[in-house]
């Protein structure tokens, strides 16, 4: 927790703008306590990527840039960072599209995670026995080359390879896109462990609404750079226009895809 007692990060009314001209996030503000899990919710280009972005700081690389607010970890203003800055202070992305090193072994991949770790061989040993130990099948496939597993063993080993790192924080982008809805729910239940027992806070970007919603205790809607939404889970999972604009369904629970179009024009939440 921060010093003064406060949320392990605060994102506070940020813009982010690419190119030094296009306009992508407009005033977004968010919290994530220590400890919690916090669902990212939108469409796709909603935001989510980039709000992620701009906490771990690799906005740099894409040629964006945080030009107004602030974002706090632990109580500091952490917005000037560098990313490698933040990685040693505990703040990690998994990055969107399982990215692996394809031509290492899944453990070799595992052994990146701990690159920037000052703390001893036997502390990285506990650590990889730890991996191994929630995701059992990495160590089934420990000397298997990256890019020929799985698209869920290659998600797998990237989660792994953040945990490699010794987080406090990590930002997890689109953790179920392309997998297997069985695939999916064994991910979450490991996000859901690895919150529960090691203390990991989590804020992921997510578009599978109802799977974030299940595991995350608090939720923040995106669409077009703005925050338009925001509760507590159990909230947002029986809210109608969160049915409606995600899963196509009216309050008798039919599909209704001709009112979502008209549903999108209204923009309620926007207004």
């Known amino acids: 927790m ?22 992508v996030l407009k005033g977004v503000s968010l919290k994530v306590s220590e400890g919690g899990i916090v669902a990212l919710l939108g469409a796709n280009g909603a935001g ?13 690389a894409e040629r964006g840039e945080v030009t107004k607010g602030s974002i706090e970890y632990k109580g500091e203003r952490i917005e000037h960072s560098s990313a490698h800055e933040l990685v040693q202070r505990g703040v990690i992305q998994v990055m969107e599209g399982r990215h692996v090193f394809e031509h290492l072994t899944v453990e ?17 040993k506990t ?5 191994y130990h929630y995701f059992p099948r990495l160590k089934e496939r420990r000397t298997a080359q990256a ?3 799985s698209g ?3 998600q797998m080993t990237s989660l792994g390879r953040a945990l490699m790192a010794s987080p406090t924080m990590i930002l997890l982008d689109e953790p179920s896109m392309g997998l297997a809805p069985q695939l999916v729910e064994e991910i979450f239940d490991i996000v859901d462990a690895l919150n529960k027992n090691e203390k990991v806070s989590f804020l992921l970007a ?3 609404t109802m799977i974030a919603l299940k595991y995350a205790g608090y939720g923040y809607v995106l669409e077009n750079g703005r925050v338009v939404m925001d509760g507590d889970a159990a909230t947002l999972r029986e809210n109608e226009d969160i049915k409606e604009f995600y ?6 629970g039919r599909k209704s895809f001709r009112d979502i179009k008209n549903y999108r024009r209204r923009k309620r939440w926007l207004s």
């Open 2 to 23: 921060s010093e003064n007692g406060g949320p392990l990060l605060s994102v506070n009314n940020i813009e982010v703008i690419y190119d030094h001209v296009i306009l």
């Open 48 to 60: 989510k990527s980039t709000t992620l972005k701009s906490i771990s700081n690799l906005l740099r």
């Open 108 to 124: 070799e991949n595992l052994m990146t995670g701990a690159y920037s770790r000052r703390d001893g061989s036997a502390a990285i």
């Open 127 to 131: 650590d990889l026995d730890k991996v």
């Open 147 to 149: 890019g020929y597993t």
């Open 152 to 154: 869920g063993e290659q």
């Open 206 to 208: 997510e578009q599978n």
């Open 247 to 252: 899963l196509g369904l009216d309050s008798s």
